[in-house]
C-alpha cells in the first residue's frame, strides 16, 4: 500500500533537539509538496511547515520560525523536520501530509483540510 511513516520522535528537555523523517512507502515522493503538522491534544491539527517538491520554496507556521527547518532528499524518499530549541508547548503528535491542490503548501495558514494521505503520526515530548 502507499503511504508517509512518520519517525523520529522521542522524549526530550526543554531546548533539546529532535529530527523527524518521513518516508513514503509504496510511491515516490519527488513531485509531491509535503507538509508537517502536529496536535496536541484537545486541540486542532495546527500546520507547522511545507516544503515544495523540489525542495526550493519553505512554509513554515508562526510559532516554529526560526527553530524548526524542514527539507528533503529525494533520492532517499524522505522528508525531515529539524526541531530545536524544543518547548514543552511543541508536545504533540507531528503527522505528514501531501497537499490536496496546488497552492495548499504555500497558503498564509497551513490549513489541514488541505492536506491528505495522513501518516500515522509520531509523538514528540518536551518535558524537563
Known amino acids: 500500500q502507499s503511504q508517509l511513516v512518520e519517525s523520529g520522535g522521542g522524549l526530550v528537555q526543554p531546548g533539546g533537539s529532535l529530527r523527524l523523517s518521513c518516508a513514503a512507502s509504496?510511491?515516490?515522493?519527488?513531485?509531491?509538496?509535503i507538509g508537517w503538522f502536529r496536535q496536541a491534544p484537545g486541540k486542532e491539527r495546527e500546520g507547522v511547515s511545507c516544503?515544495?517538491?523540489?525542495?526550493?520554496?519553505?512554509n513554515y507556521g508562526d510559532s516554529v520560525k526560526g527553530r524548526f527547518t524542514i527539507s528533503r532528499d529525494n533520492a532517499k524518499n524522505t522528508v525531515y523536520l529539524q526541531m530545536n530549541s524544543l518547548q514543552p508547548e511543541d508536545t504533540a503528535v507531528y503527522y505528514c501530509?501531501?497537499?490536496?491542490?496546488?497552492?495548499?503548501?504555500?497558503?498564509?495558514?497551513?490549513?489541514?483540510?488541505?492536506?491528505?494521505?495522513w501518516g500515522q503520526g509520531t509523538q514528540v515530548t518536551v518535558s524537563s
Open positions: 501530509a501531501i497537499p490536496k491542490y496546488s497552492g495548499s503548501c504555500y497558503a498564509y495558514t497551513l490549513n489541514a483540510a488541505d492536506f491528505g494521505s
Open positions: 509504496g510511491f515516490t515522493l519527488d513531485y509531491y509538496a
Open positions: 516544503i515544495s517538491s523540489s525542495g526550493d520554496s519553505t
